[in-house]
């Protein structure tokens, strides 16, 4: 399948910290005259590279609207055709821990004071690991289209010339929790039926994690997501490739009963799992829907999103970083 930004087609899915926002006097409000944009990161999707002709037009798109942006694009390799590969092989804990310790050694992020995060289809759920994992440098603000952060009860069906897909096609769906799919196979390490958690609970690789839905709960996941001055969560109305759509709200919807259960009336919401209630009753927390399928995302709702989140200017100099890395010790 393919999906179209900015009117550009490109590949996409074929399947214990300070809890407090960054300092507003080291983030100030966006001036046309003073300071800069912070840094703008991008995860692209599964089955796009980045490179990828229409995922660099998001970017000119970004630094359009807010002159000045330096655009990251996020790859777990060099190599276009690699970095589309490691989209459905490969061991996700591997790839973020890749992401994280790039990020950290990258000249322009490593010395700014904070970056935003914009992340498509399964790089939104990617990029929150990232935020939860290790922030550093730290997401102000967080952005996800079409994510899958509650998981997937489907597997869609591979297109009759991808071959990499059709490749590993049966072992996904009839053995999505063996050893295999959980370590090597993307899209079966953020599965998760809800008819099913027993398993999803003992053999996932990756999403049960990040999503701190086991026993044992991460602190520091709570803490990082607690530091997102905003954190935007978008879906597709009408959306067939991400089975449920709602996952990209973290609501839990029952395939076979056509039962939704609103992320509001969860228990990883009442019991704040991740954060997310905290954000929420602070008006941090965003979930919005606009029409159409996947990935079908218009300029229009690009350009207003980079400046509804991403428009903050700061005075990025060395006093700047010293005191936000001293706030962010505390």
């Known amino acids: 399948m393919l999906c179209k930004i900015t009117g550009i087609w490109l590949g996409a899915l074929t399947l214990a910290a300070r809890s407090a ?19 703008l990161v991008i995860w692209h999707g599964l089955g796009d590279n980045y490179k990828a002709d229409g995922l660099r037009s998001v970017g000119d798109l970004a630094e359009s609207v807010n002159p000045g942006t330096y655009v990251y694009y996020i790859r777990l390799d060099d190599d276009a055709s690699s970095d589309k590969t490691a989209t459905f092989l490969g061991d996700l804990n591997d790839q973020v821990a890749k992401v994280c310790a790039d990020l950290a050694k990258e000249p322009i992020l490593s010395t700014a004071p904070a970056i935003n995060g914009l992340g498509f289809s399964q790089g939104g759920q990617f990029l929150r690991a990232y935020v939860e994992r290790c922030n550093n440098p730290p997401v102000s603000s967080l952005v996800t289209f079409g994510a899958q952060h509650n998981g997937i009860a489907e597997f869609q069906s591979c297109g009759p010339d991808d071959w990499l897909c059709n490749a590993w096609e049966g072992i996904l769906k009839s053995a999505p929790w063996s050893g295999f799919a959980q370590k090597k196979l993307v899209p079966a390490q953020y599965y998760r039926d809800p008819e099913d ?7 996932s690789n990756f999403l049960a994690d990040i999503n701190n839905e086991r026993a044992t709960k991460n602190q520091t996941y709570v803490d990082n997501i607690k530091k997102l001055e905003h954190f935007a969560m978008w879906i597709f109305e009408e959306d067939t490739t991400v ?6 709200w973290f609501n839990e919807y029952n395939t076979t009963s056509g039962k939704q259960t609103k992320l509001q009336d969860r228990q990883m919401y009442r019991e704040d799992w991740l954060g997310l209630r905290w954000l929420d009753e602070l008006n941090r927390l965003d979930m919005e829907m606009i029409d159409g399928g996947h990935m079908h995302l218009t300029d229009k709702v690009l350009r207003d999103v980079f400046k509804r989140y991403f428009s903050k200017r700061v005075d990025v100099d060395q006093q700047t970083v010293e005191q936000f890395d001293s706030q962010a010790e505390l």
């Open 197 to 203: 958690l027993d398993n999803f609970l003992e053999y």
């Open 21 to 39: 926002p960054l300092d507003q006097e080291v983030l100030s409000t966006a001036t046309e005259d003073k300071g800069s944009p912070l840094p």
């Open 243 to 248: 089975v449920p759509k709602w996952s990209g």
